[in-house]
């Protein structure tokens, strides 16, 4: 079964950095686009970044673009997505989902941007 599993989230101060990673597993990783997506309290789940299985197409959301930074490494089946010059505004629970037949999701990571 598909398996979306995020790390690396936690609190940093605006102008900040963090790095996150989504390792997959149960489909065929090379072959899926990936997708990070990221949802506040009280807010709808919003689209951050996708990049293709070749990484030749990377589209980001136009809150981040320029800031964060979405890439793969298909040997290790995991996408990542960098982060800089975070702002408050980036605080969001952020997701991991894969379109494979359905969508797919992990279980999160929390990132907070605060002083």
């Known amino acids: 079964q598909v398996q979306l599993v995020e790390s690396g989230g936690g609190l940093v101060r605006p102008g900040g950095s963090l790095r996150l990673s989504c390792a997959a597993s149960?489909?065929?990783?090379?072959?899926?686009?990936m997708n990070w997506y990221r949802q506040a309290p009280g807010r709808e789940r919003e689209l951050v970044a996708s990049i293709t299985h070749t990484s030749q197409f990377l589209d980001y959301a136009p809150s981040v673009e320029g800031r964060f930074t979405i890439s793969r490494d298909n040997a290790r089946n995991t996408v990542y997505l960098q982060m800089n010059s975070l702002r408050p505004e980036d605080t969001a629970m952020y997701y991991c989902?894969?379109?494979?037949?359905?969508?797919?999701w992990g279980q999160g990571t929390q990132v907070t941007v605060s002083s």
């Open positions: 989902n894969v379109k494979d037949g359905g969508s797919y």
């Open positions: 149960g489909f065929a990783f090379e072959f899926s686009a």
